[in-house]
């Protein structure tokens, strides 16, 4: 199982990344890919506002390390085949590319399960941090409980480390 | 002395907080901020946030050696 861990403040082109995860090994049957964009509208007191731009901000060398545990989590409880994940720090501007997911695997629910799984985890762990700039002003980003909670549906207790 | 790392909310409370301290414990380093940046000491009082040495997370009352990083880090927000 190979698996690529990226983090950078550039772009990334998503058929590009399909190609690389095709062209890795015989055998593959499903690439299952999921990216993330910045979300032009966010909750401003109680209603909808436009966003400026996001900011995220990363621990260097411990992100890297817990996305790679995470992958191999994934390659211990499905068949996988290689696992690219791409994570953008830096100052993003709305409905740009945040984060890439994709796995490759024989099978079509090895694939969706293990895509799944990680950015559950990436969510939750990963020491990644977002600050949002809106109607002029900065405010870090508050974690959602609701994706605490998703963790529950992969029946592991929740950890208490990241 | 450790080195001191705050990430997301916590650096914004982390104006003025040396880089480097002399400390046993992560406990003992909330403590000492305690007195002159009582605003980042009550912050680092939030159930969750945990402390990270060497990018590990850990106790707060695990000892500290010379030369360890100490990262505090507030609940992430990633993806």
Same mark, same amino acid.
Request: charged fraction near 20%.
């Given at each position: 199982?190979?698996?690529t861990i ?22 593959i049957?499903?690439?299952v ?14 209603q909808?506002?436009a ?26 409880r499905? #068949? ?12 993003l ?41 809106? #109607? ?17 549906r ?9 | 002395?450790v ?5 997301g ?5 982390? #104006?003025g ?17 305690a ?8 912050q ?9 040495? #060497? ?11 010379g ?13």
């Open positions: 199982m190979k698996s990226r983090i950078q403040p550039e772009d990334f082109d998503i058929s590009e990344q399909y190609q690389l995860l095709r062209d890795l090994t015989k055998g049957g499903a690439v890919t999921f990216t993330g964009l910045v979300r032009e509208f966010e909750p401003s007191g109680d909808q506002s966003i400026d731009s996001l900011s995220i901000q990363h621990y260097s060398g411990m992100t890297e390390e817990l996305l790679s545990q995470i992958v191999d989590r994934a390659a211990a499905w #068949n996988l085949l290689g696992v690219t994940i791409i994570h953008r720090i830096g100052e501007l709305p409905s740009e590319q945040i984060v890439f997911v994709g796995v490759a695997s024989q099978h079509r629910n090895d694939g969706f399960m293990a895509a799944q799984f990680i950015m559950d985890y990436l969510k939750t762990q990963a020491t990644f941090w977002k600050q949002i700039s809106q #109607n002029g002003r900065s405010c870090w980003v508050d974690t959602k409980v609701s994706d605490a909670q998703v963790l529950k992969w029946n592991l207790p929740v950890d208490k480390d990241l | 002395m080195k001191l790392l705050f990430f909310r916590l650096s914004d409370y982390a #104006n907080v040396p880089s480097q301290i002399q400390a046993s414990t992560a406990a003992d380093i909330r403590q000492q901020l007195t002159e940046h009582p605003l980042l000491a009550r680092l009082s939030e159930p969750q946030v945990l402390v990270a040495v #060497n990018k590990q997370i850990v106790d707060w009352q695990q000892a500290l050696q030369g360890d990083e100490v990262a505090f880090l507030p609940p992430v927000t990633g993806g």
